[in-house]
């Protein structure tokens, strides 16, 4: 069992930054990878980067945040970040973070615990 409470998000300028977190309870954080998705109005939630578990995870992004976003993991905390730089307008979604002890982590349908999600919001 985990729990996930995310903080940070908030209103930005187009090539502004934020740093969402997301803490998750328990001592076995290190057994979980952690991935960021996202949902913008009207479409499917998408995966916006993940990490493997345990220390030195490996990172994985989608094409569209390449370069722009960085995900990472503070196990002695139970926590991961994703520090977004370069905003865009397009990046305009609810964002969540989510855990799974499964090893095919790149697929939101693998995913077993999910934050509650925190908007971002781009402006022009």
């Known amino acids: 069992q985990l729990q996930l409470v995310e903080s940070g998000g908030g209103l930005v300028q187009a090539g502004g930054s934020l740093r969402l977190s997301c803490a998750a309870s328990?001592?076995?954080?290190?057994?979980?990878?952690m991935g960021w998705f996202r949902q913008a109005p009207g479409k499917e939630r998408e995966i916006v980067a993940d990490?493997?578990?345990?220390?030195?995870?490996?990172?994985r992004y989608a094409d569209s945040v390449k370069g722009r976003f960085t995900i990472s993991r503070d196990n002695a905390k139970n926590t991961v970040y994703l520090q977004m730089n370069s905003l865009k307008p397009e990046d305009t979604a609810v964002y969540y973070c989510?855990?799974?002890?499964?090893?095919?982590?790149?697929?939101?349908?693998?995913?077993?615990?999910w934050g509650q999600g925190t908007q971002v919001t781009v402006s022009s």
């Open positions: 989510a855990a799974t002890m499964s090893s095919s982590i790149w697929s939101k349908y693998n995913y077993d615990y």
């Open positions: 328990g001592r076995t954080f290190i057994s979980y990878a």
């Open positions: 990490i493997s578990w345990g220390s030195g995870g490996v990172t």
